[in-house]
């Protein structure tokens, strides 16, 4: 049973940065693809971005690309969410999840491991 968590979530001013880690125990996540997703109040939970096992391949939502940067360290059974240029629109509470396997996916329904969330809140 994998187990992750979120942290690095808080208030920031629009225009600033945060990064979000998501750490892994219970379990290896370097054979996994890994994702973030955001679920804002109100609306349904959104894919952020994606990678697979190894870091070779990353896929990003529209419109966090240029922004947004997802990365993993397999040694640290940890992946990692850089964002910069927050934007209000940005504002949500944002999850890690993990995959079975290790080719990544956009739809929420293909992880199985989920986090509880980290609140992020950008200000305008």
């Known amino acids: 049973q994998v187990r992750l968590v979120e942290s690095g979530g808080q208030l920031v001013q629009a225009g600033g940065s945060l990064r979000l880690s998501c750490a892994a125990s219970?379990?290896?996540?370097?054979?996994?693809?890994m994702g973030w997703f955001r679920q804002a109040p109100g609306k349904e939970r959104e894919f952020v971005a994606t990678i697979n096992f190894n870091g070779g391949t990353t896929y990003y939502q529209d419109s966090v690309k240029g922004r947004f940067t997802i990365s993993r360290d397999n040694a640290k059974n940890t992946v990692y969410l850089q964002m910069n240029n927050l934007k209000p629109e940005d504002t949500a509470v944002y999850y890690c999840s993990a995959r079975q396997i290790g080719i990544s996916a956009t739809i929420p329904d293909r992880y199985y491991y989920w986090g509880q969330g980290t609140q992020v809140t950008v200000s305008s």
């Open positions: 219970g379990g290896t996540i370097s054979s996994r693809a």
